[in-house]
């Protein structure tokens, strides 16, 4: 009788030991994904207003309430603002994938260098 006390005694640490295990290994596997910095509420924004100014410049041309130069100049002036403060990292060739897969009418506006003399 004494001999199975002891064995269930010996099995119950063996469990416990057997979850705290299990335990911190999940949360260490969780850890990378809590270490990953996530985008804050302000820089959300500004993606979200940088392509947003880039979607209605496009479509303004695309309704004729733009002239063609005033539309290349209102994208360059954009595309310079968004390389110049890398507005949520966003890359000026995706910025410009995404707009013009949206309205793929404003590549004829589209400058082609952002240089400020242009």
Known sequence: MNCLVHTGELVGFRLRKLLS???ATSLLM????IATPA???LEIKLRGEAQGWLNAT???YGLGWLQPDQGRQALKRLMLLIAAHQIGNLE????KAAALARDSGCKAIWPEAFDEGD
Do not use: I, K, N
């Not at 969780?30 to 994904?33: Q, Y």
């Not at 000026?92 to 910025?95: G, T």
């Open 30 to 33: 969780a850890t990378p994904s």
């Open 92 to 95: 000026v060739d995706h910025v």
């Open 21 to 23: 295990v299990v335990a």
């Open 39 to 41: 985008l804050d509420g």
């Open 58 to 60: 496009c479509t303004y």
